[in-house]
T-cell receptor, first 113, second 113 residues
Framework: GDSVTQMEGPVTLSEEAFLTINCTYT??????LFWYVQYPGEGLQLLLK?????DKGSNKGFEATYRKETTSFHLEKGSVQVSDSAVYFC????????????FGGGTRVLVKP | GAGVSQSPSNKVTEKGKDVELRCDPI?????LYWYRQSLGQGLEFLIY????????KSGLPSDRFSAERTGGSVSTLTIQRTQQEDSAVYLC???????????FGPGTRLTVL
C-alpha cells in the first residue's frame, strides 16, 4: 500500500538557519503530495502541495519539489523564524484510492532565537 | 461557523464504555473525513464520506468503530467498548469536493482509562 516516510525529529535550529525535512513516498500510481503543519495548540493546516512530477509547491517561504525519479518531496526553507516551530507532516493522496490522505510520522521542528 | 468544529475537545472514559465524537464540517462542504493521531500509529485515515455515496470505511481499525453522517452535514464517530489503545486525538476534516483541500478541525482528545 501507499506509505510516506519522513525524517524523525526533533530538529532543533537557530533562527535564520536553513531547514530541510526529508520526505519519500511509495505509491502505486501518481499521487498528489502535500506538506501540512501543526503549530502548538492548533489544528493541521495545509502548507503547500504539488500535484504532478516536477511541480514546486511554495508558501510562507517554504518550498518542496515533486521528484518522481527519487519519489521524494523534501521541504526546505532558507531562513527559519521562531514562529516556524511546529510539527510538519508530509502526506500523499492517491487518486485511485479515493481522497484519503496518507501521512508520514511527522517531524517536530524547534527554532531557537 | 468559519471552520470545522469538533466536540468535545477532550473526553476521558473508562475502558468498556461507548463514546461519541461529533464533527461539524464547513458549511457547504460535501466531503468529510475522520483521521486518528496517536503516538504509536501516527496520523491514520479512518473513514471518508462524499455526498450521498457509500462511505469509504477502509481505515476503520475494528468493528467497534462506526460513523454516520446525517443530512450530508454533521458526522458522529462512535467507538463501542473502548480499549486503552483507542486513546488518541481524533481529527475531522472537510473539503468542498472530493479532491479539494481538506480543512481540519482542532480534534477531540480521547483518553481511555
Amino acid at each position: 500500500g501507499d506509505s510516506v516516510t519522513q525524517m524523525e525529529g526533533p530538529v532543533t535550529l537557530s533562527e535564520e538557519a536553513f531547514l530541510t525535512i526529508n520526505c519519500t513516498y511509495t505509491a502505486t500510481g501518481y499521487p498528489s503530495l502535500f506538506w501540512y503543519v501543526q503549530y502548538p495548540g492548533e489544528g493541521l493546516q495545509l502548507l503547500l502541495k504539488a500535484t504532478k512530477a516536477d511541480d514546486k509547491g511554495s508558501n510562507k517561504g517554504f518550498e518542496a519539489t515533486y521528484r518522481k525519479e527519487t519519489t521524494s518531496f523534501h521541504l526546505e526553507k532558507g531562513s527559519v523564524q521562531v514562529s516556524d516551530s511546529a510539527v510538519y507532516f508530509c502526506a500523499l493522496r492517491e487518486g485511485a484510492a479515493g481522497n484519503k490522505l496518507t501521512f508520514g510520522g511527522g517531524t517536530r521542528v524547534l527554532v531557537k532565537p | 461557523g468559519a471552520g470545522v468544529s469538533q466536540s468535545p475537545s477532550n473526553k476521558v472514559t473508562e475502558k468498556g464504555k461507548d463514546v461519541e465524537l461529533r464533527c461539524d464540517p464547513i458549511s457547504g462542504h460535501t466531503a468529510l473525513y475522520w483521521y486518528r493521531q496517536s503516538l504509536g500509529q501516527g496520523l491514520e485515515f479512518l473513514i471518508y464520506f462524499q455526498g450521498n455515496s457509500a462511505p469509504d470505511k477502509s481505515g476503520l481499525p475494528s468493528d467497534r468503530f462506526s460513523a454516520e453522517r446525517t443530512g450530508g452535514s454533521v458526522s458522529t464517530l462512535t467507538i463501542q467498548r473502548t480499549q486503552q489503545e483507542d486513546s488518541a486525538v481524533y481529527l475531522c476534516a472537510s473539503s468542498s469536493r472530493g479532491f479539494n483541500e481538506q480543512f481540519f478541525g482542532p480534534g477531540t482528545r480521547l483518553t481511555v482509562l
